[in-house]
């Protein structure tokens, strides 16, 4: 299995930046996809960006896109999400999550199979 622990969350003011880091440790081989997705209160989860394993191709929500960027550090087996131009829309427990299957998308949540914990991020106006 694969274990996935997020940091970088915190307090910003809106139109600032945010970095989130998500460190992954286990058995990451056969993996193909890296992801992040968000949930604010009273929401449903939805996704936000990911990554492919090989770090070549990266996909982003509509709402996200031009202002988030996704990269991976493959020596670390870390992925981080660069944040700017954050709104208060963009509050809420931002997760990081791997897809091992080669068949599924990168935007359903059903189709990644490992969690982490979940880091905070509040954009205050």
């Known amino acids: 299995q694969v274990q996935l622990v997020e940091s970088g969350g915190g307090l910003v003011q809106a139109g600032g930046s945010l970095r989130l880091s998500c460190a992954a440790s286990?058995?990451?081989?056969?993996?193909?996809?890296m992801g992040w997705f968000r949930q604010a209160p009273g929401k449903e989860r939805e996704f936000v960006a990911a990554?492919?394993?090989?770090?070549?191709?990266?996909f982003y929500a509509d709402s996200v896109k031009g202002r988030f960027t996704i990269s991976r550090d493959n020596a670390k087996i870390t992925i981080y999400l660069q944040m700017t131009s954050l709104e208060p829309e963009d509050t809420a427990v931002y997760y990081c999550?791997?897809?091992?299957?080669?068949?599924?998308?990168?935007?359903?949540?059903?189709?990644?199979?490992?969690w982490g914990q979940g880091t905070q991020v509040t954009v205050s106006s």
């Open positions: 286990g058995r990451t081989f056969s993996s193909y996809a």
């Open positions: 990554i492919a394993w090989n770090g070549a191709d990266t």
């Open positions: 999550a791997v897809r091992r299957t080669r068949r599924g998308t990168y935007y359903t949540i059903t189709d990644y199979d490992y």
